[in-house]
Nanobody, 124 residues
């Protein structure tokens, strides 16, 4: 069983930055591919970014490329999402997820564990 706990959300003005963190439990955390998803009110949960187990391969949805960076520190069982140049349309609950595979994934059904989410609100 893996537990994931996100933190770092909050209210920020457009153009600002936030850094989300996701701490995972368990000694096998470093073997999981990890991802960040988000869900805005009235919308489906969507893929944002993903990273493989070593951290040397990443993938992003087009709308965040060049603004968001996913990274991980396996010694700390933590994955990060650095979000810069935030826009009002980035407002959502952000979830981290872990999957039983060393590579990354972009679909929700590829992930086995989910955190509880952290709210990000970007004001215009």
């Amino acid at each position: 069983q893996v537990q994931l706990v996100e933190s770092g959300g909050g209210l920020v003005q457009a153009g600002g930055s936030l850094r989300l963190s996701c701490v995972g439990s368990g000694r096998t955390f470093s073997t999981y591919g990890m991802g960040w998803f988000r869900q805005a009110p009235g919308k489906e949960r969507e893929f944002v970014a993903t990273i493989n187990w070593t951290g040397d391969s990443t993938y992003y949805t087009d709308s965040v490329k060049g603004r968001f960076t996913i990274s991980r520190d396996n010694a700390k069982n933590t994955v990060y999402l650095q979000m810069n140049s935030l826009k009002p349309e980035d407002t959502a609950v952000y979830y981290c997820a872990a999957r039983f595979a060393e590579d990354w994934g972009v679909r929700r059904d590829e992930y086995n564990y989910w955190g509880q989410g952290t709210q990000v609100t970007v004001s215009s």
